[in-house]
């Protein structure tokens, strides 16, 4: 998975409980990215990360916020974790050589009971 | 506004035959297109991608994609199929002319089912 871990690798949580998801990657890729993937929807946009603290929205970043401390980390929040939040969520690196496509991390999967 | 659409939520064929996932997109600039594999349990993997030249991308797996501007499709084919092929496709486009940060947009996906 191109030097991307993420963890945890899975999460069982509580609604109103903040949770943090971490993206690591060792390819020293300018953009990071956030994903969730939902049945029917494929994959859906968070947040991105185009420099150590340059961050925008994707189009679905109610709820979410992102940090990005170092090149190496991008932390994706729930301040308040809610069960529609209960996905599959993906990092994606991208830069260097191949800056046109991206490369994705194993994958957290994320319940909020 | 970009948008890629996969019309096929389910593409079935036998081992051997040749196989079509189709996908088509939209998009103000020029498209660069993408094509991931995603096995169960598994993040997407990278297949191929159309930038510019070659209307023929070749890709992982023995795979290839179309990219005909006319009918703005870019479908993936296979020439025979394997049941290792069995998986979630998805499609992608970004718009070429915005910047590198720009964002790639996913179809929602079609399961391919190789029969043996």
């Known amino acids: 998975d191109a030097g991307i871990t993420q963890s945890p690798r899975h999460k069982v949580t509580e609604t109103g409980t903040p949770v943090t998801l971490r993206c690591h990657q060792t390819e020293n890729h300018r953009y990071m990215y956030w994903y969730r993937q939902d049945p029917g929807h494929g994959l859906r946009l968070i947040h991105y990360s185009y420099g150590v603290k340059d961050t925008d929205k994707g189009e679905v970043s109610d709820g979410y916020s992102v940090s990005r401390s170092k090149t190496e980390d991008f932390l994706l929040t729930l301040e308040s974790a809610t069960s529609s939040q209960t996905s599959v969520y993906f990092c994606?690196?991208?830069?260097?050589?191949?800056?046109?496509?991206?490369?994705f991390g194993p994958g957290t999967r994320l319940t909020v009971l | 506004a970009q948008s890629v659409a996969q019309p096929e939520d389910q593409v079935n064929v036998a081992e051997g035959n040749p196989l079509t996932v189709k996908c088509t997109y939209s998009?103000?600039?020029?498209?660069?297109l993408f094509w991931y594999v995603q096995y169960p349990n598994r993040g997407l993997q990278f297949l191929l991608k159309y930038i510019t030249g070659d209307n023929l991308v070749k890709g992982s797996y023995g795979f290839e994609a179309e990219f005909n501007k006319s009918q703005t499709s870019f479908h993936l084919k296979k020439p025979s199929a394997l049941v290792s092929d069995s998986a979630l496709y998805f499609c992608a486009v970004r718009d070429g002319g915005r910047s590198s940060a720009s964002k790639i947009i996913f179809g929602s996906g079609t399961r391919l089912s190789i029969r043996p």
């Open positions: 994606a690196i991208s830069g260097g050589e191949s800056y046109n496509e991206q490369f």
């Open positions: 998009v103000s600039g020029n498209p660069y």
